[in-house]
């Protein structure tokens, strides 16, 4: 008969255990890790990142287009001391729509494009992927100096496909009124590869280079460059067929800014 008061005391106490379970903390994931999406925010003025810091390994960013003009944004690794290599890219992101860019980031410093109008060197914000490994192996007793915290440059590869760059660059010159690369008479390509084109006009006016497929259709161009400047894009190549380079400015293609390659 004792038992019985000692069993309803046990049964009272559950929901009390429960109770204080149900206080700890849940753990979130950091930013920059896996499944997490880092949000962009491009206007016509302004180009924000909700993170600075990230860490190796695939990112997926939430690009919102806020500003009332088409953008497009790029992750830009270093090369020859500039931030010149397209490691990603994502175009005709129109006004009030959002789109995603997943992307494999090694340790190192890169920038990030948002380019209103899809034109220029974009509104830029810098970036830097941190490898946990060499983290861990810090001492956390004293700050690293700034040469020992500084990121490794990141280089471009021959092939970096796996970053979601190109298979190979080809090196494009602009001048009035002609395109020319090293081998452009014997260039080919095969279906499946991504180039990754840099137009350099050496010319006095802008000039662009857009890039169609066998069925006439274009599938990218490097936008409009300032002369003297450079501009980069990576096109895949997805077809077998003819494939046609033409400047689309004004009249330029009809002057002779054109030329074909195969793609087998």
């Known amino acids: 008969m004792r038992t019985l008061p ?28 896996a499944g997490d999406r880092t949000a962009i925010t491009a206007t016509e003025t302004s180009c924000e990142v909700a993170t600075a810091g990230f860490k190796t390994g695939e990112t997926v960013f939430a690009i919102s287009n806020k500003g009332s003009r088409v953008t497009e944004v790029y992750v830009y690794g270093e090369h020859n001391g500039t931030f010149s290599h397209v490691v990603s890219e994502v175009e005709n992101i129109g006004p009030g729509t959002s789109r995603e860019m997943t992307v494999k980031l090694a340790a190192g410093a890169y920038e990030l494009a948002c380019k209103p109008g899809q034109t220029g060197d974009g509104i830029r914000t810098k970036i830097t992927v941190a490898d946990d490994t060499a983290k861990a192996s810090a001492s956390p007793s004293a700050p690293a100096s700034p040469a020992a915290s500084a990121p490794a440059p990141v280089t471009a590869s021959a092939t970096p496909s796996s970053d979601g760059g190109y298979d190979r660059e080809v090196e494009v010159e602009a001048t009035e009124y002609e395109l020319e690369f090293e081998g452009m008479d014997k260039f080919t390509a095969k279906a ?17 280079l857009e ?6 259709k274009e599938i990218g161009e490097v936008s409009p460059v300032k002369p003297g400047r450079k501009g980069e894009a990576v096109i895949a190549l997805t077809q077998p067929g003819t494939y046609t380079l033409k400047c689309g400015i004004g009249s330029h293609a009809g002057h002779g800014m054109t030329t074909t390659f195969t793609v087998s």
Request: proline share 10%.
């Open 6 to 33: 000692v069993l309803g005391a046990a049964l009272l106490a559950l929901p009390l255990l429960t109770a204080c379970g149900s206080d700890k903390p849940t753990s979130s994931p950091a930013p920059g890790a």
């Open 192 to 208: 499946g590869e991504r180039i990754g084109f840099q137009l350099e006009n050496k010319g006095t006016v802008e000039h662009e």
């Open 211 to 216: 890039v169609f497929g066998p069925d006439g």
